[in-house]
C-alpha cells in the first residue's frame, strides 16, 4: 500500500505486499507412507502443519472418498466448513436462476461421506475402514496435494489412473517396483 501525502502535507510513504495470500489453504506435494504394525499411516509434516492450521490448532484430519478418482481425500475443518459453503452458494444460485436444487442431496454428497479422526503429534492416524475399503487401500499410500485437500491413493490404483500426470504416475511406479525389490519398506 502506498500512501499519498494531501496537497502542501509532509508523510511518509508506506510500504507493503504488492499481492495478498487468501485465507484458502493449498495442499501440495507428496509423499508415501507404509502402515505400522497397528496399521496406522503417517501424514507427511508439510500436510500436517496445514491441517492443524486448517482445524483451528487441533491435531484433526477429515477424510472423504473422491466421487470420480476412486482415492481417499484428506483436509483440515475449514475445507469441511468451505463445502457447506460452496451448497449454500449453489443454492442460492439456482433459486436466482429459477432452477431446481436439491441442497439436501449436495451436502450428503459432499458432507455425508466425511470422517474425522484424529492424529498424533508425529501425525499417525488410523484410515477410516470404510474409507479405505472404498478406496481399495491396504498396507500403503501415496499422499498427493491438489490444492484446497490432498488425494490418499492406493500406489497400484494411481499408477492405473491415466488421467493423473505422468511425472506422478512415474515416480509412484519407480516407488512400486522398489519396494518390491526390497529397496523400501
Same mark, same amino acid.
Given at each position: 500500500?502506498?500512501?499519498?501525502?494531501?496537497?502542501?502535507?509532509?508523510?511518509?510513504?508506506?510500504?507493503?505486499?504488492?499481492?495478498?495470500?487468501?485465507?484458502?489453504?493449498?495442499?501440495?506435494?507428496?509423499?508415501?507412507?507404509?502402515? +505400522?504394525?497397528? &496399521? @496406522? *499411516?503417517? %501424514?507427511?509434516?508439510?500436510?500436517?502443519?496445514?491441517?492443524?492450521?486448517?482445524? =483451528?490448532?487441533?491435531?484433526?484430519?477429515?477424510?472423504?472418498?473422491?466421487?470420480?478418482?476412486?482415492?481417499?481425500?484428506?483436509?483440515?475443518?475449514?475445507?469441511?466448513?468451505?463445502?457447506?459453503?460452496?451448497?449454500?452458494?449453489?443454492?442460492?444460485?439456482?433459486?436466482?436462476?429459477?432452477?431446481?436444487?436439491?441442497?439436501?442431496?449436495?451436502?450428503?454428497?459432499?458432507?455425508?461421506?466425511?470422517?474425522?479422526?484424529?492424529? +498424533?503429534?508425529? &501425525? @499417525? *492416524?488410523? %484410515?477410516?475402514?470404510?474409507?479405505?475399503?472404498?478406496?481399495?487401500?491396504?498396507? =500403503?499410500?501415496?499422499?498427493?496435494?491438489?490444492?484446497?485437500?490432498?488425494?490418499?491413493?492406493?500406489?497400484?490404483?494411481?499408477?492405473?489412473?491415466?488421467?493423473?500426470?505422468?511425472?506422478?504416475?512415474?515416480?509412484?511406479?519407480?516407488?512400486?517396483?522398489?519396494?518390491?525389490?526390497?529397496?523400501?519398506?
Amino acid at each position: 500500500m502506498i500512501a499519498i501525502p494531501a496537497a502542501g502535507s509532509l508523510c511518509p510513504i508506506e510500504k507493503g505486499p504488492l499481492f495478498t495470500v487468501s485465507d484458502a489453504i493449498l495442499y501440495s506435494g507428496n509423499a508415501f507412507s507404509v502402515a +505400522d504394525g497397528k &496399521g @496406522r *499411516f503417517v %501424514l507427511p509434516l508439510e500436510m500436517r502443519k496445514l491441517v492443524v492450521q486448517a482445524s =483451528a490448532g487441533a491435531n484433526k484430519l477429515c477424510l472423504s472418498i473422491h466421487l470420480d478418482n476412486g482415492c481417499a481425500t484428506g483436509f483440515g475443518l475449514s475445507h469441511k466448513q468451505f463445502l457447506f459453503d460452496e451448497v449454500e452458494e449453489l443454492e442460492r444460485l439456482a433459486r436466482e436462476a429459477g432452477r431446481d436444487f436439491n441442497g439436501d442431496l449436495e451436502r450428503e454428497n459432499r458432507l455425508g461421506m466425511i470422517e474425522d479422526v484424529n492424529f +498424533d503429534d508425529g &501425525g @499417525r *492416524f488410523f %484410515l477410516h475402514p470404510d474409507i479405505k475399503d472404498e478406496a481399495g487401500i491396504t498396507d =500403503a499410500v501415496f499422499f498427493y496435494g491438489v490444492g484446497r485437500y490432498f488425494q490418499i491413493w492406493k500406489p497400484e490404483r494411481l499408477v492405473e489412473s491415466s488421467d493423473r500426470p505422468a511425472l506422478i504416475r512415474n515416480k509412484v511406479k519407480r516407488w512400486i517396483e522398489a519396494r518390491a525389490a526390497g529397496a523400501t519398506k
